[in-house]
């Protein structure tokens, strides 16, 4: 097993990274990371960000499908994260299957309303988010295994009615679309169940660089999917404390967030 350790000024957590997730390398070593919190839509304008402690990014939702919605509260939540310090990125919820909403057309929305990039060494790169269909079952269900609606049983739900080849290619068609826009990749965040079932476990867009911020909440990654060798951001609870509830870590130093954010 391989042992986390919280650095960079941050609270001491013990968790433990299992030696088939760490990248190539299976000794027993001490590593660093960074946590970081997750804002949206429910989070509202409660979150106290100046007096969160022991965190040093932060992800913020701005634009979801259906009906091209924005998160109300994305510029008050980004400029609170800002000015508390954090390294901030915003993502997007995806939904392949609305009509008239491409990948293409989903990710330039995300670009015009708030998932641009600058290399400023504060901006996190874009993320693609795709739940599990339906959002509801989601939404009523408090603690899914994967954190993505791990009770919805039907596959062709789960998938928005795509094969495995044509969720591959929305998803390749939004990652070029943004990367067109913004010089950057964006992150892919997703669990591996998801990634097995709807893309069939798809490798490609790991080869052409797309970071994975994976979801699985416990006290372990998990197993990687999709041919990643390493995990960049992991999401490992919804049950954090306070209004930011649902907690991240970086798998880096502070110095290699910033790196990270700055594209260097």
């Known amino acids: 097993m391989v042992k986390l350790t919280f650095l960079s000024g941050l609270l001491p957590l013990s968790f433990v990274w299992s030696a088939t997730c760490a990248p190539t390398n299976s000794s027993v070593q001490?590593?660093?990371v960074v946590e970081g919190v997750e804002a949206?839509?429910?989070t509202n304008n409660l979150a106290d960000w100046k007096n969160l402690k022991g965190v040093g990014f932060a992800y913020v939702m701005a634009t979801a499908e259906p009906a091209a919605?924005?998160?109300p509260f994305f510029t008050s939540q980004t400029n609170g994260a800002l000015g508390?310090?954090?390294?901030?990125?915003?993502?997007h919820t995806g939904k392949p299957n609305v009509p008239g909403s491409s990948a293409a057309d989903q990710a330039?929305?995300?670009?015009r309303r708030g998932g641009a990039w600058k290399a400023d060494g504060k901006t996190l790169p874009g993320a693609?988010?795709?739940p599990c269909e339906p959002i509801s079952s989601?939404?009523?269900?408090?603690s899914p295994a994967d954190g993505l609606c791990a009770e919805v049983g039907d596959n062709q739900a789960r998938c928005y009615g795509l094969t495995t080849t044509a969720?591959?290619?929305w998803i390749k068609t939004f990652i070029d679309t943004y990367k067109s826009s913004t010089t950057r990749t964006p992150v892919i965040r997703t669990s591996a169940d998801w990634w097995k079932t709807c893309t069939g476990n798809d490798v490609s867009i790991a080869k052409a660089g797309a970071p994975l911020w994976l979801i699985n909440w416990g006290s372990s990654p998990g197993p990687i999917p999709g041919g990643w060798k390493s995990i960049t951001f992991w999401q490992y609870t919804n049950k954090g404390a306070g209004v930011l509830n649902f907690r991240d870590v970086f798998h880096g130093d502070l110095k290699a967030l910033k790196k990270f954010a700055k594209g260097a």
Do not use: C, D, P, R
């Open 30 to 32: 001490a590593q660093a």
């Open 40 to 42: 949206n839509e429910f």
């Open 69 to 71: 919605l924005m998160n």
């Open 84 to 91: 508390a310090g954090l390294i901030t990125g915003a993502y």
């Open 108 to 111: 330039a929305y995300f670009v």
């Open 128 to 130: 693609l988010y795709i």
């Open 138 to 142: 989601f939404l009523a269900k408090s």
């Open 167 to 169: 969720m591959v290619q």
